[in-house]
């Protein structure tokens, strides 16, 4: 019996090719596309319902770390987080806003998400390196100058500030060109600069110029200063004056190349 003839092959050649090229652009690429959009809207369903609708991951509590004179009561009063809200929604930026402006003590605070439902506050406090005494309680002030709480008891160990500058000649000048919050600015970096052994028998730091700070310590003891330049050559030459005249009263590093001291 004779084969297919050459048409004949060509014809069912064009017939087994043309189908597979249907099939695989055809219908069930159409289902396989329309099946991932329908699990990828459920997923994204899924997910907007657990973070925002599910009961699963809202607010349920605050935790509070770091406090030293505050208490976790006071930040998590100051904070105002909404509890029972979803977690996702809940504005960080806006909560330490609230605290920055409702408890000055705090230098830093960082908000974060406890997943699957807490809020945690990691707070910094302020540190008083002087104090200024106003009537009977205290201002604190801190490494920066800034003025952040009011206390009714002098805390332990802080020198206290005495701003008393001159209204007249080069204290008055000095006044009128840095004015009260930069004088304090520069008390706190004498402060920052002095030796450790001074620093726990200062008493009081006295300003009455830019050019003319001075340290009152315990038993008497007094430090020319001068101005906050050159702190770390100041507080090597004062260390120095000390140890070489022990019994000496009055020191003056306000030129560091030239120190001098005297016993009365």
């Known amino acids: ?9 060509g014809e069912r050649q064009q017939e087994s090719s043309g189908p ?3 099939r695989r652009f055809g219908p069930p690429r159409l289902r396989t596309i329309i099946i991932t959009a329908v699990s990828l ?4 369903g899924g997910t907007v319902w657990v973070l925002y609708g599910s009961n699963w991951t809202r607010v349920d509590g605050v935790s509070v770390s770091g406090t030293r004179v505050l208490t976790p009561a006071q930040v998590r009063e100051a ?4 509890v029972g809200e979803p977690l996702v929604s809940i504005d960080t930026e806006a909560v330490e806003a609230r605290l920055r402006r409702k408890l000055p003590r705090i230098d830093e605070v960082d908000v974060e998400r406890s997943w699957p439902h807490k809020i945690g506050l990691k707070v910094t406090e302020r540190t ?3 104090i200024v005494q106003k009537g009977k309680n205290f201002v604190e002030v801190d490494d920066e100058g800034v003025r952040f709480a009011t206390v009714s008891q002098a805390p332990k160990g802080v020198p206290e500030l005495e701003l008393e500058p001159g209204r007249s000649g080069s204290a008055g000048a000095s006044l009128r060109r840095f004015g009260d919050d930069r004088l304090v ?3 706190v970096r004498v402060a920052g600069r002095l030796p450790a052994a001074v620093a726990r028998d200062a008493r009081l730091v006295k300003v009455r110029s830019y050019d003319d700070i001075s340290l009152e310590l315990s038993g008497g003891r007094t430090v020319a200063w001068g101005s906050g330049e050159q702190g770390t050559d100041k507080a090597r030459a004062l260390t120095a004056l000390m140890k070489a005249t022990p019994k000496a009263r009055h020191f003056d590093v306000s030129v560091p190349t030239a120190p001098a001291s005297s016993a009365s």
Request: charge should be neutral; aromatic fraction near 0%.
């Open 1 to 9: 019996m004779a084969g297919p003839t050459t048409a004949e092959r």
């Open 20 to 22: 597979p090229r249907a």
């Open 41 to 44: 809207a459920l997923v994204a």
């Open 79 to 82: 904070a105002d987080v909404p």
């Open 128 to 130: 008083p390196v002087l």
């Open 185 to 187: 600015r520069e008390a």
